[in-house]
């Protein structure tokens, strides 16, 4: 018993371990105190190529446009101002050529030309005569009247039947339709001339001698 006493004594106690009294690698880290590198940075206090922009501060080539103040070339245009040309056509304002036909009036039928023409438009009687005292022969031969004018044939019409158009035998004509109808008896016939125109007439039994015309205008 005294021996197993003896033999636990044998192993020293942990008396002091100066392994860890002091770490000296931890007490100060001098890498850390102050970084000099972000003190200041120099690099951008001030930047002086922003600063001003002489470049930009006036465009003395867009203050003023001299070639669009004003256009003279359209201030007013004298061409389209007053065109005399088509103020009055005088070549349109009477047409002389068709306000009377005198072409149809000098259409000499019966012999009748346009001195010879009667004109009894205005005044006058619209009678043609014929037989009696006149004989074979109608008085006016040739009369000028007025469209819707009538005129009135006296006569003994057994003795001269009256024939509407030119006489056989004549190359003239006249216009149709011819109001004039043809009249075997009786001693007066009145007829309307609706229309102008030229309206030859004669006697069956004395033409060419004894023909007429009425023209109307």
């Known amino acids: 018993m005294a021996g197993m006493v003896a033999g636990c004594s044998d192993d020293p106690a942990p008396v002091t ?11 100060t880290d001098t890498g850390t105190t102050t970084d000099t590198g972000t003190a200041t940075d120099t690099g951008t206090a001030t930047d002086t190529g922003t600063a001003t922009d002489t470049g930009t501060a006036t465009d ?4 003023t446009d001299t070639g669009t103040a004003t256009d003279a070339g359209t201030a007013t245009d004298t061409g389209t101002t007053t065109d005399a040309g088509s103020a009055t056509d005088a070549g349109t304002t009477t047409d002389a050529g068709t306000a009377t036909d005198a072409g149809a009036a000098l259409t000499v039928i019966h012999g009748c030309t346009e001195a010879m023409y009667v004109d009894r438009r205005t005044t006058g009687e619209r009678s043609v005569t014929f037989g009696g005292v006149v004989g074979s022969a109608y008085s006016p ?10 005129v009135s044939f006296s006569g003994p019409f057994s003795s001269h039947p009256l024939r509407t158009g030119v006489a056989p035998g004549q190359s003239e004509t006249g216009t149709t339709p011819n109001p004039i109808a043809n009249t075997d008896s009786g001693s007066s016939v009145s007829f309307t001339f609706a229309a102008p125109g030229i309206y030859p007439y004669h006697c069956m039994f004395h033409q060419p001698s004894m023909a007429g015309v009425i023209l109307v205008r």
């Open 17 to 27: 371990d100066a392994g860890t009294v002091v770490d000296t690698g931890s007490a």
């Open 60 to 63: 003395t080539g867009t203050a």
């Open 141 to 150: 031969k040739c009369l000028i009247i007025s469209a819707g004018q009538m």
